[in-house]
Nanobody, 123 residues
Framework: QVQLVESGGGLVQAGGSLRLSCTAS????????MGWFRQAPGKEREFVAT????????NYADSVKGRFTISRDNAKNTVYLQMNSLNPEDTAVYYC????????????????WGQGTQVTVSS
């Protein structure tokens, strides 16, 4: 069992930056691939970024490539999402998730989820 807690969301102006954190309980964190997803009101949950267990592989949605960076610190049981050059289209609830197999872009493949953190970008 893995419990995930996100933090770092908030209100930011367009062009600004935020860093989201997701801290996991349990010693098995280092064995999980981790992902970030987001869901805006009235829209489906969408993939943002994923990272392999050792950080050696990352993948991003085209909409965030070059602006967002996913990273992890296994010693701290934490995965991060650095978000730069934010725009209003990035407004959503952001969720982190743990995948016991491989980094994936489909949210249905993830085993554990956090409660989400709200990110609002004003124009």
């Amino acid at each position: 069992q893995v419990q995930l807690v996100e933090s770092g969301g908030g209100l930011v102006q367009a062009g600004g930056s935020l860093r989201l954190s997701c801290t996991a309980s349990g010693r098995a964190f280092r064995s999980y691939a981790m992902g970030w997803f987001r869901q805006a009101p009235g829209k489906e949950r969408e993939f943002v970024a994923t990272i392999s267990w050792n950080g050696g592989y990352t993948n991003y949605a085209d909409s965030v490539k070059g602006r967002f960076t996913i990273s992890r610190d296994n010693a701290k049981n934490t995965v991060y999402l650095q978000m730069n050059s934010l725009n209003p289209e990035d407004t959503a609830v952001y969720y982190c998730a743990a995948d016991s197999t491989d980094p994936a872009t489909m949210w249905t493949l993830y085993d554990y989820w956090g409660q989400g953190t709200q990110v609002t970008v004003s124009s």
